[in-house]
């Protein structure tokens, strides 16, 4: 069973700074099977970036993933105020399909 | 534009059993997996399992014993039941569709159920 790190648990930034997150697995993770998510309150989550570093139709360039093996990163260029969220990785490599505990990027 | 509407009881006891649906309009559940998700309150999301439109399924193995997940290709519904609840079963529940080319995610998810499990 593949266990997901997320780090940090909250990432405390200011509208225009750069937002970097940390999702490392316990095993290596195929690539093409690690996502992330953004989870906004009282809604369900929605798709940022799949295959490791492939956007989501309508999701803004800012938004980048990265990574490969054990360690992944999703990556904020410049936070905008709709930004601030909880943000979860997943991966689809091996069953069960473990998300990560989240990271909450709040506004410092 | 698919959209996925998850209804059910929002109250279950204790040592019962939680049922849910899943009404998937806007497209068909042929060809796709189709998971369960929940969320306890304040905490952070847990994979149940997935269904394949042929009725093929994968649970976690921390629910497996409990989970039971069904298609009906005619009415375009998925169902999730989870039986012997307790109060740690409480959480909001989503259905979310997976798409594997290219990539695996989940592309479309339900706004979701909660399910309070109490007496």
């Known amino acids: 069973e593949i266990v997901l790190t997320q780090s940090p648990g909250t990432l405390s930034l200011s509208p225009g700074e750069r937002a970097t997150l940390s999702c490392r697995a316990s095993?290596?993770?195929?690539?093409?099977?690690l996502a992330w998510y953004q989870q906004k309150p009282g809604q369900a989550p929605r798709l940022l970036i799949y295959?490791?570093?492939s956007r989501a139709t309508g999701i803004p360039d800012r938004f980048s993933g990265s990574g490969s093996g054990t360690d992944f990163t999703l990556t904020i260029s410049r936070l905008e105020s709709e930004d601030f969220a909880v943000y979860y990785c997943?991966?689809?490599?091996?069953?069960?399909?473990?998300f990560g505990q989240g990271t909450k990027v709040e506004i410092k | 534009q698919v959209q996925l509407q998850e209804s059910g009881p929002g109250l279950v006891k204790p040592s019962e059993t939680l049922s849910l649906t899943c009404t998937v309009s806007g497209g068909s559940i042929i060809s796709y997996y189709w998971s369960w998700i929940r969320q306890p309150p304040g905490k952070g999301l847990e994979w149940i399992g997935y269904?394949?439109?042929?009725?093929?399924?994968n649970y976690d193995p921390s629910l497996k014993s409990r989970v039971t997940m069904s298609v009906d290709t005619s009415k375009n519904q998925l169902s999730l039941k989870l039986s012997s609840v307790t109060e740690a079963d409480t959480a909001i529940y989503y259905c979310?569709?997976?798409?594997?080319?290219?990539?695996?995610?989940?592309?479309?998810w339900g706004q979701g159920a909660l399910v309070t499990v109490s007496s």
């Open positions: 997943q991966q689809y490599g091996s069953s069960p399909w473990a």
């Open positions: 295959g490791a570093s």
């Open positions: 979310a569709r997976y798409r594997g080319v290219g990539g695996g995610r989940f592309d479309c």
């Open positions: 095993q290596s993770v195929s690539s093409s099977y």
């Open positions: 269904i394949y439109y042929t009725g093929s399924t």
